[in-house]
């Protein structure tokens, strides 16, 4: 849900929203985020887990960070998002503040409430900042949106019940239905 906005908003803004108080800055707009619900954080926390697992057993370095973690993926003055998974390889990215430029992956999780942002505006969001991989799961359609940028980008949908492979890591297959 966006929030009344009387002017463009900057780093400043969202950097000094009241205690308690999340919302995402997206080109200058503050967007108000709600309380996930069970089954966002259910499947949250074990897809995190389930990556982070893997990044661990296989000796790896990258980091892997649920919300509420800020991203400034091009550090824009006027862009701050949420992602409820980010997955970052580059430690050198990673602040006090957050993430200074794009996650290799991101996970958003869809509410109602988010639906569009995650579908529309952090699509194209990720997708010209730098982020290598971006899965949308859906917990009401029972579906994941499975994009990969770069020279040979490409877009798959897949069931709860589909093995994805993720384009980030070889080897690793996740079962969205083995998490619930």
């Known amino acids: 849900m966006s929030m009344p906005q009387e002017r463009i908003y900057t780093s400043e ?21 709600t309380p996930p ?9 074990s897809l995190a887990r ?10 790896g370095s990258c980091e892997v960070v649920p919300a509420p973690f800020a991203v400034n993926l091009d ?11 980010s997955v970052i390889c580059d430690k050198s990215k990673i602040t006090e503040k957050g993430c200074k430029g794009a996650p290799d992956w991101v996970v958003e999780v869809v509410s ?4 569009s942002r995650d579908y529309l505006k952090k699509l194209w969001l990720y997708q010209n ?29 897949f069931s709860f019940d589909n093995e994805i492979s ?15």
Do not use: C
């Open 112 to 115: 109602p409430s988010t639906q």
């Open 129 to 157: 900042t730098g982020v290598r991989e971006y899965w949308i799961v859906n917990p009401i359609m029972k579906n994941v949106q499975v994009y990969t940028f770069g020279d040979e980008g490409n877009s798959s949908q």
């Open 50 to 59: 389930k990556i982070a697992d893997y990044i661990d057993t296989n000796k």
């Open 13 to 33: 803004d969202y950097w000094n929203l009241p205690e308690g108080q999340r919302a995402e800055l997206i080109d200058g707009k503050l967007y108000a985020m």
């Open 166 to 180: 993720s384009h980030t890591f070889n080897g690793l297959t996740i079962k969205i239905a083995d998490l619930l």
């Open 75 to 85: 550090a824009n003055d006027k862009t701050w998002v949420e992602p409820d998974i």
């Open 37 to 45: 619900n069970f089954i966002h954080q259910k499947i949250s926390f």
